[in-house]
Nanobody
Framework: EVQLQASGGGLVQAGGSLRLSCTAS????????IGWFRQVPGKERLGVAC????????SYLDSVDGRFTISSDLAENTLYLQMNSLKTEDTAVYYC????????????????????YGKGTQVTVSS
């Protein structure tokens, strides 16, 4: 069973940057879709960015495309999310995730139940 630990969240002003990291243990990230999801109170958890486990293609939620960059170091079993030009609406708890069964990322704008999540990290963007 994979264990995922996200870090790097914090408080930042609008327009600033943060870099989230996620370290996996217990199982490899390689071969699975891996990504970042976020959730605000009262709303469903949605995908923000994801990397396919077969071809390495990245996909992004429209609202973060061009501002966020997902990357991974599979040898270190680590996932990253570079977040630039942050907006107040990016405030959320961010979770790293690994697809349970296969290499393909879900469609990020819809809720999806096929990921394993670690403990999240809070990102707060102030105006």
């Amino acid at each position: 069973e994979v264990q995922l630990q996200a870090s790097g969240g914090g408080l930042v002003q609008a327009g600033g940057s943060l870099r989230l990291s996620c370290t996996a243990s217990g199982a490899p990230l390689a071969g699975h879709a891996i990504g970042w999801f976020r959730q605000v109170p009262g709303k469903e958890r949605l995908g923000v960015a994801c990397i396919n486990g077969d071809d390495g293609e990245a996909s992004y939620l429209d609202s973060v495309d061009g501002r966020f960059t997902i990357s991974s170091d599979l040898a270190e079993n680590t996932l990253y999310l570079q977040m630039n030009s942050l907006k107040t609406e990016d405030t959320a708890v961010y979770y790293c995730a690994r697809e349970r069964h296969g290499p393909l990322c879900p469609i990020l704008k819809f809720p999806y139940n096929g990921m394993d999540y670690g403990k999240g990290t809070q990102v707060t963007v102030s105006s």
